[in-house]
């Protein structure tokens, strides 16, 4: 075989196994979904089956993708979701990136956290444009009822463990004001029947807020738990380190230099 053959051929492959690495697997009947999409296909159908495999097609079994979460290896791999169209069951492929994939996300997360943080501060100091929270209940608060009142947002999920072992400081400092002059809302993403059924043991004093994910969006809040202070006139007042051990100290001082 001549040389040019030899070196074509070698290329081929090259490209082949290259292309195939990077083709996502697709299962029969299926089409691709969003994450948003998923959420909601679980919550009306509670019972369909799911299913995860790697991007050639073999089991993703438990013990498998609990050593990946381990290793951390898990997140070399993009979860991409596909609906059956006829059972309705979901597929997650687990397609591994390539180090370019890898360093675009890194890149683009990087620049995420550059833009947000510089969307924190241009907000901080100034009249927040629109607030609308609903509570566990369904009672709607909005700029104009909480008008004359200190508003005191925390952000927080269920799945967070620095947020849960904080509530009773957040009792603590929510105890020390009037509800008269200061209102205390805790924000999730979660939905409202993951709230309730993870609050059936617990107590947290704040009115919580589910879904409020406009919010969380609106403050492009940057880790959890996070705190946002509001003053009487819906001037914006951030609360930057709140992981710090003098947090509910600086949040008490800063809601009395307020009233």
């Not at 299926?30 to 999409?37: G, H, L, Y």
Request: proline share 3%; hydrophobic share 35%; net charge positive.
């Amino acid at each position: 075989m001549k040389l040019k053959h030899i070196l074509l051929f070698v290329l081929f492959n090259v490209l082949t196994n290259a292309s195939a690495q990077n083709a996502v697997y697709k299962p029969e009947n299926s089409k691709e979904i969003n994450f948003a999409t998923y959420q909601e296909l679980r919550k009306s159908d509670p019972k369909i089956k799911i299913k995860s495999v790697f991007n050639d097609g073999t089991i993703l079994n438990k013990q498998k993708y609990d050593s990946l979460v381990a290793t951390a290896e898990l997140s070399k791999f993009q979860p991409i979701i596909f609906q059956d169209t006829i059972s309705n069951d979901v597929v997650f492929v687990y397609k591994k990136q390539t180090k370019e994939d890898l360093k675009k996300i890194e890149d683009d997360f990087k620049r995420k956290n550059k833009d947000d943080k510089e969307i924190r501060k241009n907000l901080n100091g100034t009249k927040i444009s629109n607030l609308e929270l609903k509570d566990l209940n369904g009672t709607v608060y909005t700029l104009e009822s909480l008008k004359g009142k200190v508003i005191v947002l925390n952000f927080w999920f269920t799945q967070c463990k620095p947020c849960v072992a904080e509530f009773p400081d957040l009792n603590e400092l929510k105890s020390k004001f009037d509800r008269e002059k200061v209102v205390f809302f805790a924000v999730s993403w979660n939905d409202t029947a993951t709230i309730n059924s993870f609050m059936k043991n617990r107590q947290l004093d704040y009115t919580i807020i589910p879904k409020g994910n406009k919010v969380i969006d609106y403050f492009k809040i940057p880790h959890y738990p996070y705190n946002v202070i509001i003053d009487q006139n819906g001037t914006i007042e951030y609360i930057e380190d709140v992981l710090s051990l003098n947090i509910f100290k600086k949040m008490e001082r800063k809601i009395k230099s307020l009233l």
